[in-house]
């Protein structure tokens, strides 16, 4: 029988080593799998490569996982926030290094990892600094830059609702990089508000199918509910 | 000769998008176009954290941290709405299915070369977000810009000398002086504000500009 459910966050995120690459889902706070954060935190893991949309936002997250010292690079398209100050001062003090990604490189490079794509050529970033060094080629009369994938060693997302064999779905613009991310790990963890019974969620609605993922955790919706945005 | 204020900008602009468009708006100026649609025509908008069919802003108490838009702003959607992840939003963009975005500038140069995500400043922390995939992925890029910095140097240029967004890409630049035309033949004036001449906009602009009537505009 599979059964991808564990029975607490501190199981879901049981084994990530020191110098792990993980990918987090969320685009600023929206889609952060904030429980599973904090239980990497208290697991241990350091040295770690960290890709994400942002860097951060106040002290609780992602910003509380750089503030603990965990992070040794991260990959993201947007790190500077007004509510970035935890980023911005280890970045400053050289601390904590920064590969930065257009948020479509960004997703597409997690996108071809998961899809199993060597490389591939965009026209995003042509001419520009965030493609210096890097090959270009003219197809067709357009200019295009070769980038390559990004793969992960485990994924922390969040989605809305699952089933035992981890198919999820997501909640309005919370989905943003989750459903990409679960691809491109060989280990994706996901913290949901809901689990249901096998056959509940409709086999045409489901975003992620459950052969993306290894482990789902519930964490109720009373944590993680519904906040006014900041 | 009267500057049009930044809701006069936003109409200006909104005014060029037609019944049917997809429509990026970037963060900051551009997203006060949003404000000025015309109410009579259907035009649906992409944010790109993954939302098309975006609605204004909430009222108080109604906001859904799940529910934001590219600014992480809280936000509505429309009916026939759609979400999707930010590989499939990008692809939108990228693909060339979105017919117009509007995107603020630092400077745009007169191939169309566009400035708009860095100062290059040593201590400025960078951050591109989707500026480079906006800049390149739709069928029209429309800049909204001020037509001066606040210490008077034009924004457009004869070549940008803040980091460049993407190369030759910008089609239309709309100011608070004038709307402009990025051409194979060069910048070309559609329209000034009143009071305006020839002259003195040539003059504060400081690179050459095409007039495609000049009698238009005497």
Redesign the interface.
Known sequence: MINKIVASVEEAVAGIPDGATVMLSG?????MPSELIDALIDQGAGDLTIVN?NAGNGETGLAALLKARRVRKILC?????TD?HV??AL??AGEVE?E?????????R??AAGAGIGAFF?????????AEGKETRLIDGR?YVLEHPIHADYALIKAERADRWGNLV???????????MATAARCTVVQVHEIVELGELDPEAI?TPGIFVKRVVRVPRSSTG????? | MEKLNRDQMAARVARDIPDGAYVNLGIGLPTLVANHLPKNREILLH?????LGMGPAPATGD???????AG???VT?LPGAA?????D???M??GGHLDICVLGAFQVAVNGDLANW?TGAA???????????LA??AKQVFVMMEHLTKSGQSKIVQSCTY?????ACVNRIYTDLAVIDVTPQGLRVLEMVPGMSIEELNRVTGVPLLYERESDYA
Request: proline share 7%.
């Open positions: 685009f600023g706070t929206a889609g949309n398209s947007f790190p500077r926030q970035s980023f911005d970045y400053r920064l930065l990604v257009p948020q479509g490189n960004l997703a597409e997690i996108r965009t026209p995003t970033g042509y001419g520009t600094q965030l200019a997501y909640r309005k613009t919370a989905r943003n990089f989750g459903p990409v975003i519904l906040r006014a945005a900041a | 944010s790109e954290n993954g939302l906001e859904d941290s799940d529910l934001i838009n992480k702003q809280p959607v979400f999707f992840h930010q590989a939003s990008f692809g963009m990228r860095h201590d400025a922390i960078p951050a591109v977000g989707g500026a480079m995939d390149i992925g980091p460049l967004t993407g190369v």
